[in-house]
């Protein structure tokens, strides 16, 4: 996939501290190529969503494309200087919205009875990194975008596990970390332990786009 964005969506709302990448979008794109079904019985949630660009950008393919939105969509993030970037860019799609919410919690939440199986798709591109593996920021919010710090890549899976529905799918940005002696897509088959089907379905500019299913 090009390094370019070839679908045009809008002008993202977002802290001036931490931009969003193009895997964010990208990852958007993908998941939307990849679903065929009727979109209008899901339910959906962008996990780790920070302005909700994921989220956003996939709801965005769905009204250019003439397609049913989620029936809801919830965006999950820690960071509560968020929302209000997060309430600008909903207001872009004018007088037809998604039924979209802000759920300021951490993917911890994901594990008690409130979200147990309660969704059909999850998107999401997470932290990347552990506490020992890179430079930390003299930003508490940069190193909260980047690296595991509210909470750990074992909740993250564990949660996701949890909250989907028996037939869900979740589509994960997992970048290969194999040069920090991790890797993350093996640890992650081997907390799901059988329960779901996990593997890698595409690589968003070099890095691999997991499903689990």
Known sequence: MSSLNPHFTFNYSQPEEYRFSHDSVFLARQVFELLNEDLGTMTALDLCSGCGIVGLDFLYHCKSENRAYPSGFDFMEVQDVYREHFEKNRAAFGDNPPSVNFVNQNYES??????????????????????NQGKLSPSEFKNRCRFFIDSDFTNLIRGIDAALKPQGRAYILLRDLQDHGWNPL????RLLNGHREIKKVADIRGTPLVLIS
Request: proline share 8%.
């Open 110 to 131: 994901l594990r008690t009875a409130e979200f147990s199986g309660r969704y059909d798709l999850i998107l999401s591109n997470p932290p990347y990194f552990r506490i």
């Open 186 to 189: 093996e640890e992650a088959r």
